[in-house]
């Protein structure tokens, strides 16, 4: 038995077989082959297996996120048929007799560049999925290990670190816990887990080259440890902490279908946290009384271009009709600093947390963020919709957007198209929006405090850097007082105010959010019924 020592993201205890998330990258070079049918038969195997590949990821999309979501994947399909790249292609191994993957290399990026200099911005947007392509087709002819959703037992993940948008394709019902060798506590990772309520380790000095898939392995996530090979008497305990977890979440059941309401009769909206469409799901399990915080940054993750109005539209309106007029809050586009999308194209920047991120990129890239607007006001007609604008730091910024959302109003009123205004509130999550907030009160519905920012902004610490978690302190007393200067600035001006960040969840601090006049708390979806208990038992 082997044990290491971590940091916990997320308490509770996991049995079961480790799969470890290797990311591998194919270096391609330029080889000489004497053989050329040969080769060309290997690429025929290697693209018939991608087109399979293609396939299942759209029967799978299908399944989870509708249609119009799925479709990119069929038009990869139709990319790896194409008679233009596939003569490329062959035409490089015939006439200059080189290797398949050198051949699919350079065509990729022959054709990348083609696209990618064209006018229309549909057929620019095409030179990300032609690189995709072409990078999948070379790890096949790799022979590299495609990992398989369908095929895995549930399995503890083990990997060196998890960005957003490789969390966002995983099958979260095959998922036991998350173990990473980096990762901070308030990473992507860890809100993932504590959304589950799964164990979760992060900083766990394991050598990902050593571990073989299918070992036995034991999460202990309240003591921060974790087991290879773990003894019969370490099942037997840990089995027995599970049986304890599973009778706390039953007593913690019994606050289902309660109003979260003090012993005073002062009323506290408990709202859930997701990401995506499919988290809904952990929303009603927990009994929610809404959506505090709607990440729509993840539609944008884990894909090769912008989705457009239709799909962004069809995904709000489905968790507004699912919500069955339960308020539902949706962040506008929050990309930038740990959350990058390639297909934008924006520059290595030393700073990310303090540079184009969140409305920023909106404010300056208005079709992107029209595009958004005109979906979610579109959606507002089928539901309780408000709109969240995060990263604010002015009252210009505000009229700003305000503006823009007029000319979204104009342009689907001339249109002909059904909208409904929804109500539109803010992130406070900067110093500079705590010190205004009784200015920015008098424009906005509503506030709600991004904790999790706002603790690295005051602290100066980047709260993604693991080195530093000794140093983020949420509980600092600087903290609390900006939710206090914060919450009295909303209320003089009879607007309500929430916490959507992890500091919400914190049980500790329950009832001194409630003595500071807090209107709602938005948490990880597993967090909703303890913190009703919390509110129910206080006086």
Excluded at 331 to 349: M, P, Q, S
């Amino acid at each position: 038995m082997e044990k290491y020592i971590g940091k916990s993201v997320y308490k509770g205890t996991a049995i079961g077989p480790v799969r470890v998330l290797k990311k591998t990258e194919s270096l391609v070079k330029r080889k000489h082959i004497d053989d050329v049918e040969a080769e060309v038969d290997r690429l025929d195997k290697a693209k018939t297996l991608t087109y399979d590949q293609l396939g299942t990821l759209y029967e799978k999309a299908l399944q989870e996120v509708g249609e119009t979501n799925a479709a990119i994947f069929e038009v990869h399909q139709m990319m790896l048929e194409d008679d233009d790249y596939q003569d490329s292609i062959r035409g490089m191994i015939q006439n200059e007799e080189v290797n398949a993957e050198y051949a699919v290399a350079v065509t990729g990026d022959n054709f990348s560049k083609m696209f990618a200099s064209m006018e229309d911005e549909y057929m620019q947007a095409r030179a990300v999925d032609v690189k995709d392509i072409s990078n999948r087709l070379i790890s096949n002819l790799c022979g590299d290990e495609q990992f398989d959703w369908d095929a895995m037992e549930p399995s503890i993940i083990v990997a060196d670190d998890l960005t957003p948008s490789e969390t966002v394709q995983m099958d979260k019902s095959k998922i036991l816990a998350f173990v990473t060798v980096h990762g901070s506590t308030n990473s992507h990772t860890a809100i993932l887990a504590r959304m589950m309520n799964i164990p979760a380790l992060v900083s766990v000095p394991l050598d990902l080259e050593r571990m073989q898939n299918g070992t036995q392995v034991l999460v202990d996530g309240k003591e921060a440890c974790f087991y290879v090979n773990p003894d019969d008497s370490m099942i037997n305990l840990a089995r027995e902490k599970q049986k304890q977890e599973a009778e706390q979440r039953q007593l913690l059941a019994n606050y289902k279908g309660k109003a979260s309401i003090t012993k005073s009769g002062r009323k506290i909206h408990v709202y859930a946290n997701i990401g995506n469409v499919s988290d809904v799901a952990y929303v009603m399990e927990n009994d929610a009384e809404g959506i505090g915080l709607f990440r729509s940054e993840f539609l944008y993750l884990g894909r090769t271009s912008l989705p457009d109005e239709t799909e962004q539209f069809h995904a709000y309106r489905q968790v507004l009709q699912m919500m069955a007029g339960k308020k539902v809050i949706i962040r506008t586009l929050d990309i930038g600093a740990d959350k990058n999308v390639d297909y934008l194209g924006f520059d290595h920047e030393d700073n990310p947390a303090m540079g184009y991120r969140a409305i920023r990129i909106c404010l300056e890239q208005k079709d992107v963020f029209k595009t958004q607007l005109r979906a979610l006001l579109r959606a507002a007609k089928y539901g309780n919709l408000s709109i969240m604008y995060p990263m604010i730091t002015s009252v210009d910024e505000v009229l700003r957007i305000y503006e823009i959302v007029d000319e979204v109003k104009q342009e689907l009123e001339q249109e002909n198209i059904p909208y409904e205004m929804p109500e539109q509130g803010i992130m406070i999550e900067t110093p500079a929006a705590v010190m205004i907030s009784e200015e920015l009160a008098e424009h906005v519905d509503f506030f709600s405090i991004g904790t999790n920012d706002l603790t690295q902004y005051t602290l100066a610490i980047d709260r993604q850097n693991s080195r530093l978690d000794r140093f983020y302190n949420p509980h600092h007393e600087a903290i609390l007082r900006m939710i206090q200067m914060t919450i009295d600035g909303a209320h003089k001006h009879g607007k309500w105010v929430g916490i959507c960040g992890e500091l919400g969840a914190d049980l500790s601090f329950t009832e001194r959010f409630v003595q500071m006049g807090i209107d709602e708390l938005s948490v990880a979806p597993s967090m909703v019924l303890g913190i009703r208990s919390k509110i129910c038992e206080m006086e």
